[in-house]
């Protein structure tokens, strides 16, 4: 079956501090992940695409075929990074399936 | 461009009652989601449209939820009869196109509380 796991649904570091929010999935072929926040009062929007690779505010992810990982990592966090974060599979380039991640909150504290 | 509108903002109703979600989509984007958001599921599928024909329902709890896309600027998530347990969050989303890697663009979510 087909399945994204966030295994951390709080996660809480200091400022400064680096953060890793983990992604894995279980999806057959070739899947394209991204990942998308939720900040307070505001609409969930794209933060990244594996695809793309590229840094959006500091974050980055990899996409591990092997360990079927994409986490998504910041080296020094910043409080306005407190936020929601999922992890979004899409089973293909041609398919319109994306499912979610049960999200992890995220917190950084002064 | 406002974006996915959406309405109801919020929603509180008794239980037994039909609820009714409403989408618009951005303009231009022929593919529409629904989702649910709860603390304990995250952010959870009900169904999608590609050019207004739902293509993947899969995701819709039971019966007594349905959803309609009767034009390219209109959907609707019906709930008939409302429970408790369908207090959530849902968002509608849209995307240009039903290939490649568009974004979709979320509404600000509509919060259904169920008494």
């Known amino acids: 079956a087909q399945r994204v796991t966030q295994p951390e649904k709080l996660l809480s570091v200091f400022k400064g501090a680096p953060v890793e929010l983990k992604c894995n999935y279980s999806y057959s072929g070739s899947p394209e992940l991204f990942w998308y926040v939720q900040y307070s009062r505001q609409r969930l929007q794209l933060l990244l695409r594996?695809?793309s690779r590229e840094s959006i505010k500091g974050f980055t992810a990899d996409l591990n075929k092997g360990e079927t990982s994409f986490h998504l990592k910041k080296p020094f966090a910043q409080e306005e990074d407190s936020a929601m974060y999922y992890c979004?599979?899409?089973?293909?380039?041609?398919?319109?399936?994306?499912?979610f991640g049960a999200g992890t909150r995220l917190t950084v504290k002064p | 461009d406002a974006g996915v509108i959406q309405s109801p903002r919020h929603e509180v109703t008794e239980m037994g009652q039909e609820v009714t979600l409403r989408c618009k989509p951005i303009?231009?984007?022929?593919?529409l989601f629904w989702y649910r958001q709860t603390m304990m599921r995250g952010l959870e599928l009900l169904i999608y449209?590609?050019?207004?024909?739902?293509?993947?329902d899969s995701g819709m709890p039971e019966d007594r939820f349905s959803a309609k896309m009767p034009n390219a600027s209109f959907s609707t998530l019906k709930i008939q009869p409302s429970e408790p347990r369908d207090s959530a969050v849902y968002f509608c989303?849209?995307?240009?196109?039903?290939?490649?890697?568009?974004?979709?663009?979320f509404g600000p979510g509509t919060r259904l509380t169920v008494l």
């Open positions: 979004a599979p899409r089973r293909s380039y041609n398919n319109n399936d994306m499912r």
């Open positions: 303009s231009g984007h022929n593919s």
């Open positions: 989303a849209s995307r240009r196109g039903s290939q490649g890697d568009n974004e979709q663009f």
């Open positions: 449209f590609n050019n207004n024909v739902p293509i993947d």
């Open positions: 594996h695809i």
